[in-house]
């Protein structure tokens, strides 16, 4: 277990170097100066900021979980009823 364990991290680290080392080489290219962006995201969760209609289940809210979320989801912790 131990061998295959470390087999997996060396090739992880692999992965990560040789991603790198390609993006070094060819980065992406920048986008025509003059033409808009087009944005194309999806939101996984929410917590009914701006009225957005997006609610936290109370068992979620009150669950172990709940601050764990926030802390690695989000970008700012000004949730006012939620804290």
Not at 4 to 14: E, G, H, S, T
Not at 24 to 38: K, N, T
Request: with cysteine; glycine share 10%; net charge neutral.
């Amino acid at each position: 277990m131990q061998r295959a364990r470390k087999l997996l991290l060396v090739l992880l680290a692999l992965a990560a170097a040789a991603g790198a080392w390609l993006m070094w080489l060819d980065p992406a290219p920048a986008p025509p100066s003059g033409l808009a962006g087009v944005d194309l995201h999806a939101h996984a969760a929410g917590i009914g900021a701006g009225g957005s209609g997006a609610f936290v289940s109370p068992e979620l809210e009150n669950s172990y979980k709940f601050p764990i979320y926030l802390r690695t989801c989000s970008r700012s912790d000004d949730f006012g009823h939620l804290t």
